[in-house]
């Protein structure tokens, strides 16, 4: 990276924030390389750590039942019977090796 880059990167990191997004127990064991995401996750939140950049965590998450879940949505459609009956709070949980610190951001989307 040539100096003007770097320094352009410097001088922007106030505006800056890590998302780490999606990192749900429920989410991730259903990959097939889980294990190699969350450690390249991991390293991306202790170098922003490290940096002092804030994180902001985004889960996905819906309300009992699933009403928020249309039937136009195919990322979502196939999975909505087996998470009605889903407990929602155990199902947005963060991955425990990405988990989340008291001062970081948490979004439900």
Do not use: C
Request: net charge positive; hydrophobic share 45%; no cysteine.
């Amino acid at each position: 990276m040539g100096r003007v880059n770097r320094l352009r990167m410097e001088s922007n990191t106030q505006n800056t924030a890590l998302l780490v997004m999606h990192m749900q127990s429920a989410i991730l064991r259903n990959l097939p390389d889980a294990t190699a995401h969350i450690d390249h996750v991991s390293r991306a939140i202790s170098n922003a750590r490290k940096n002092q950049i804030p994180l902001i965590y985004v889960v996905v998450g819906f309300r009992a039942g699933a009403p928020e879940i249309s039937i136009n949505n195919k990322g979502f459609v196939a999975a909505k019977g087996r998470m009605s009956g889903a407990n929602m709070e155990d199902w947005i949980k963060i991955h425990p090796d990405v988990a989340p610190q008291a001062s970081d951001i948490i979004v439900t989307k």
